[in-house]
Each structure stands twice: as structure tokens, then as C-alpha cells.
């Protein structure tokens, strides 16, 4: 059974970073279009980043661009989201998910394979 397992989450200060990992396991991810969603506190969930089977695209939701950074490792199963400049409306939490082929998609509907969550929060 195909599984994605987020880590990394955790409390951090206004300005700091934290860099997220999800780890898939149950089959092979490497063609597999990967992205990160979040939901904050009474909010919709939300796309934040995506990248394309192959690491060479990748798309950003306004919000974050030029503050986060997606990536991944195929050898690894890992797909990897580094936070930088966090702010208190960053705080969510944040989800890994998966679909085949090597669209990028920013509808939550588009994925077919979501992990569990891991919780970010930026607070003083």
C-alpha cells in the first residue's frame, strides 16, 4: 500500500527556517508528479509547491515564491520542502501528495495520494 510519511514540522521563530521531508514507501514514486498543500487554522487547504518527475520544474504559490523550495530525490523516495524567511502566516499544516504523470497541478482534487499532515507553526 502506497504510503507518504511527512516529517520535519515543528515551533520555529518569525524569520527562521525548517526544512520538511516525505518519505514515500509501498510503491515507486519517481514517475510521479509530488507537491505540498497546506492548511492553516480555519482555513481552506491551499497548494504551496510542486515538482515534476524528473526535479527539472518545478511551480510556486505566490505566497511562498522566493522564500520556499521544493525538491527531490528519487534514489531516496524523498521529496523535500526547505521553508526560509517563515512567517506567522505560514503556520499549517503541511501536507506531501503524489500523482502520476508529470503534471502540475494546484487542485487538491488532481492527487491521488496524500500523507498525513506534519505541523508547522511560527510563533514569538
Known amino acids: 500500500q502506497a504510503q507518504l510519511i511527512e516529517s520535519g514540522g515543528g515551533l520555529v521563530q518569525p524569520g527562521g527556517s525548517l526544512r520538511l521531508s516525505c518519505v514515500a514507501s509501498g510503491r515507486t514514486f519517481s514517475n510521479y508528479a509530488m507537491a505540498w498543500f497546506r492548511q492553516g487554522p480555519g482555513m481552506e487547504r491551499e497548494f504551496v509547491a510542486a515538482?515534476?518527475?524528473?526535479?527539472?520544474?518545478?511551480y510556486y504559490a505566490d505566497s511562498v515564491k522566493g522564500r520556499f523550495t521544493i525538491s527531490r530525490d528519487n534514489a531516496k523516495n524523498t521529496v523535500y520542502l526547505q521553508m526560509n524567511s517563515l512567517k506567522p502566516a505560514d503556520t499549517a499544516v503541511y501536507y506531501c501528495v503524489a500523482r502520476p504523470g508529470n503534471y502540475l497541478s494546484t487542485r487538491t482534487n488532481d492527487y491521488d495520494f496524500w500523507g498525513q499532515g506534519t505541523q508547522v507553526t511560527v510563533s514569538s
Open positions: 515538482i515534476t518527475w524528473s526535479g527539472t520544474s518545478t
